[in-house]
T-cell receptor, first 115, second 116 residues
Framework: SQQGEEDPQALSIQEGENATMNCSYK?????LQWYRQNSGRGLVHLILIRSNEREKHSGRLRVTLDTSKKSSSLLITASRAADTASYFCATDAGDSGGSNYKLTFGKGTLLTVNP | DTGVSQDPRHKITKRGQNVTFRCDPI?????LYWYRQTLGQGPEFLTYFQNEAQLEKSRLLSDRFSAERPKGSFSTLEIQRTEQGDSAMYLC??????????????FGPGTRLTVL
């Protein structure tokens, strides 16, 4: 079953604008990650935020995590046409040894960046 | 290219036929995962291996599905008596298996299955 829900389901912006996507999840987590998927391709890992972190940056990406609300947001600044893709959040709850094994994904946000 | 590879990339089959997919993980990774992704949805976990041992199977993995990783390297996913509902992208991922720390999963390009 899907753990999370991304919001919005689809987002269309102009090049240079910022894009914000949100993710909500249901159960306690160890980590939350964001992945990108170009049409018909595999998943590319973008950024990971641990459950004890609140904000993380990587290049043009900014991720926030609010464990009290079980939600996360991904901000892409100064978007480019090449950012056009589906974006998924994924959570892992870890096994008894404390390390992750399976990821639970949301349904994704389809981002279109118009030139 | 030393990433995760999957073969074939596309498979079209008729209902009732058997199909087998192969995944070659990154060579030093001892964990291997299979996910299934249907149109408009996120990937859903199917099963995972630690070396050659299959440690968990999702309820999505019916009796018609079987996965193996005989030597702890490549893995195969077989679907017997395919149904139209099996049409999906089948994704494989691999990761190191270091206990107690986060292990990033690296995904392959996927095998797209179409059952007619």
């Amino acid at each position: 079953s899907q753990q999370g829900e991304e919001d919005p389901q689809a987002l269309s912006i102009q090049e240079g604008e910022n894009a914000t996507m949100n993710c909500s999840y249901k159960t306690s987590i160890n980590n939350l990650q964001w992945y990108r998927q170009n049409s018909g391709r595999g998943l590319v890992h973008l950024i990971l935020i641990r459950s004890n972190e609140r904000e993380k940056h990587s290049g043009r990406l900014r991720v926030t995590l609010d464990t009290s609300k079980k939600s996360s947001s991904l901000l892409i600044t100064a978007s480019r046409a090449a950012d056009t893709a589906s974006y998924f959040c994924a959570t892992d709850a870890g096994d008894s040894g404390g390390s992750n094994y399976k990821l639970t994904f949301g349904k994704g946000t389809l981002l279109t960046v118009n030139p | 290219d030393t990433g995760v590879s999957q073969d074939p990339r596309h498979k079209i089959t008729k209902r009732g036929q058997n199909v087998t997919f192969r995944c070659d993980p990154i060579s030093e990774h001892n964990r291997l995962y299979w996910y299934r992704q249907t149109l408009g949805q996120g990937p859903e976990f199917l099963t995972y291996f630690q070396n050659e041992a299959q440690l968990e199977k999702s309820r999505l993995l019916s009796d018609r599905f079987s996965a193996e990783r005989p030597k702890g390297s490549f893995s195969t996913l077989e679907i017997q008596r395919t149904e139209q509902g099996d049409s999906a992208m089948y994704l494989c991922a691999s990761s190191p298996g270091t206990s107690g720390v986060y292990n990033e999963q690296f995904f392959g390009p996927g095998t797209r299955l179409t059952v007619l």
